[in-house]
Nanobody, 122 residues
Framework: QVQLVESGGGLVQPGGSLRLSCAAS??????????MGWYRQSPGKQRELVAT???????NYVDSVKGRFTISRDNAKSTVYLQMNSLKPEDTGVYYC??????????????WGQGTQVTVSS
């Protein structure tokens, strides 16, 4: 069974930086990982897309993070990263990793991590 394990969240002051990581475990059963991405859910709001990256490295960002966040991936490690700079209080939320992948045991499907809390506050 494939699991997505996130790390790197925490408390940071406005203007600070954090780097989130999300690694797929159980990689022996993975045939292909397609799009990977990060979503966030702030209190009282719906989960929203933050950034995505295709297997070929094409990226997409929500307007509010353009120029501040960078998504990248290491296909050899089945890992996706989110470098977050110039953080603002409105970036606060639970950040979820998502991967569109296919395994030996299942057809192509969307998979989610458990979430990691990011809090931007002075």
């Amino acid at each position: 069974q494939v699991q997505l394990v996130e790390s790197g969240g925490g408390l940071v002051q406005p203007g600070g930086s954090l780097r989130l990581s999300c690694a797929a475990s159980g990689t022996g059963s993975i045939i292909s990982i397609y799009d990977m991405g990060w979503y966030r859910q702030s209190p009282g709001k719906q989960r929203e897309l933050v950034a995505t990256i295709t297997s070929g490295g094409n990226t997409n960002y929500v307007d509010s993070v353009k120029g501040r966040f960078t998504i990248s991936r290491d296909n050899a490690k089945s890992t996706v990263y989110l470098q977050m700079n110039s953080l603002k209080p409105e970036d606060t939320g639970v950040y979820y990793c998502n991967a569109d992948l296919q395994t030996l045991w299942s057809s192509r499907s969307s998979n989610w991590g458990q979430g990691t809390q990011v809090t931007v506050s002075s």
